[in-house]
């Protein structure tokens, strides 16, 4: 009975949004059910067929909906899809989803820009005389650069730990991984968020702009820190959104977290929550609106 009224609904929610103009209420948590239940061919095909719709949207919904894809591809192993999918897609991976892409990438130096490898390759000095402007500051470029430099760092960064055999042993996402995401929070926290923090609200938050592509660095640490932080540097993200200075797809999961703490509800769909239960790991609430100019805003 249970199988039933799953293959009834997933009847009921595909009719609906193939037979509206678009609904984009209903065609997002379609999506998200194929996803979360794990028909990753269905999740690539429903939005590669309605992408006319899609691109209405703004550029958060549509960095949401390609990462979809891509972690679809992942899930079911097709290299060849993903290649495809970041071939197809290189100017949303360049606007929307940023160095997202590099670590889902299968050959990290064929994605990879030259001033994200010369991170690893030049020497300190020269990497902050080339990443930095004017704007920005020698101390937090140097703190910022000696943690990408630093093993233990990317260690207990689940992005980078995927990258290096992300179509071998730690290709899918699953229980395991995720509570390794876990652990990322406390790490963080305590090893670098105190001086993080110290020299963000003393010299201001660092961006692509003025620190080059360290600055990811500074995001990764806020956003796995404590509540607390996450609120109080919201304000800030938000602006630094709005004025072009981050990803949409940073601040789509940098919103989402920062909604469970004061909504308990998320809107992109990007965070999960271990079922107690059951011990998997599930969707937080999602909650959206269902007009278009309401999403966009």
Not at 89 to 95: E, F, N, Y
Not at 246 to 268: E, K, M
Not at 281 to 292: G, Y
Request: proline share 2%; aromatic share 16%; with cysteine.
């Amino acid at each position: 009975m249970k199988t039933f009224l799953i293959n009834l609904f997933f009847i009921i929610c595909t009719f609906t949004v193939n037979s509206k103009d678009f609904d984009f209420f209903d065609f997002h948590h379609n999506v998200l059910w194929n996803y979360y239940n794990e028909n990753y061919k269905t999740v690539i095909d429903e939005i590669n067929s309605h992408q006319d719709s899609i691109i209405t949207y703004n550029d958060v919904w549509q960095g949401i909906f390609f990462r979809l894809q891509m972690y679809s591809a992942i899930q079911l192993k097709d290299k060849d899809l993903l290649q495809d999918l970041i071939n197809k897609h290189q100017a949303l991976i360049d606007r929307y989803i940023g160095y997202d892409a590099i670590y889902l990438a299968e050959d990290f130096d064929k994605v990879a820009d030259k001033k994200l490898k010369n991170t690893f390759n030049d020497s300190t000095q020269v990497i902050i005389n080339e990443t930095i402007s004017d704007n920005g500051n020698y101390e937090l470029a140097y703190y910022l650069l000696k943690l990408n430099r630093n093993k233990s760092f990317h260690r207990n960064n689940a992005t980078w730990e995927t990258t290096a055999n992300m179509f071998d042993s730690t290709f899918v996402i699953d229980s395991l991984f995720i509570n390794k995401i876990d652990k990322i929070s406390t790490i963080l926290t305590n090893k670098y968020l105190p001086k993080i923090t110290k020299l963000i609200d003393e010299y201001g938050f660092p961006t692509a702009k003025n620190y080059g592509n360290i600055a990811d660095i500074a995001w990764s640490v806020i956003h796995h820190s404590n509540d607390e932080t996450i609120v109080k540097y919201y304000p800030t993200i938000e602006k630094l959104y709005t004025t072009y200075q981050i990803s949409s797809i940073d601040f789509a999961y940098y919103y989402d977290r920062y909604s469970l703490i004061v909504n308990n509800v998320q809107y992109y769909g990007t965070q999960f929550v271990k079922d107690k239960a059951t011990g998997k790991f599930i969707m937080s609430p999602v909650q959206l609106p269902d007009d278009l100019e309401t999403i966009n805003e």
